[in-house]
């Protein structure tokens, strides 16, 4: 079954550029989604469809791909961004929805 | 303000059934598949189930396939999740979800924890 991995965490000092990567293989022809979680909540949905942003989620919040690696960038770090982090693509082989085992994002 | 608020959550033996129930507040859930999606403590996400906007189609992750079931009540603006044959390992946050083309899930509820237990 298809797999996508995550590293578990990932650190940067505020007003940095925190790169988070999803890995799976030829993910680059798949529509890559992104979550975050912060501790006690919900998920939030941050990108959808490889690089767009719902309403209401700053510009600072972007995402790319290439064939076997998805990223989830943010710029310009804030304490409040310090949450987990999700990455989800649907497998057409079996309409199943599949997550990323998740990143912690820590702000130094 | 949109809102997705799950219910029917609690603690239960190992083998009952519980149903959770999910309701919806100034979001239509008409034209959109909707998603149960499920945290173990300390874990990760896991996708659960998935019913189709008209309700004919549902798909179920391999692990609970045979003892859960979805459904939706368009008219309500409300979907079920039926947990049959519950197992410790059941135990979660279990998400509902409003899904969206391309596979995303854009709106959440806030979760409904299920423990399964002697």
């Known amino acids: 079954s298809y797999v996508l991995t995550q590293a578990p965490s990932v650190s940067v000092a505020p007003g940095k550029t925190a790169a988070i990567t999803c890995a799976g293989d030829n993910i680059g022809g798949e529509s890559v989604h992104w979550y975050q979680q912060r501790p006690g909540q919900a998920p939030v949905l941050v990108i959808c469809?490889?690089?767009d942003r719902p309403s209401g989620i700053p510009e600072r919040f972007s995402g790319s791909k290439s064939a076997n690696t998805a990223t989830l960038t943010i710029s310009s770090v804030e304490a409040g961004d310090e949450a987990d982090y999700y990455c989800?693509?649907?497998?057409?082989?079996?309409?199943?929805?599949?997550f990323g085992g998740g990143t912690k994002l820590t702000v130094l | 303000q949109v809102k997705l608020v799950e219910s029917g959550g609690g603690v239960v033996q190992p083998g009952r059934s519980l149903t959770l129930s999910c309701a919806a507040s100034?979001?239509?859930?008409?034209?959109?598949?909707l998603h149960w999606v499920r945290q173990a403590p300390g874990t990760g996400l896991e996708w659960v189930a998935h019913i189709s906007p008209d309700g004919t189609y549902e798909s179920l992750t391999d692990s609970v396939k045979g003892r859960f079931t979805v459904s939706r009540d368009t008219w309500k603006n409300m979907f079920y999740l039926q947990l049959n044959s519950l197992r410790p390992e059941d135990t979660a946050v279990y998400y509902c979800?409003?899904?969206?083309?391309?596979?995303?899930?854009?709106?959440w509820g806030r979760g409904t924890l299920v423990t399964v237990s002697s």
């Open positions: 100034r979001l239509s859930f008409g034209n959109h598949g």
């Open positions: 469809d490889d690089n």
């Open positions: 979800a409003r899904g969206r083309e391309g596979g995303s899930l854009d709106y």
């Open positions: 989800q693509v649907l497998d057409t082989n079996s309409d199943h929805r599949l």
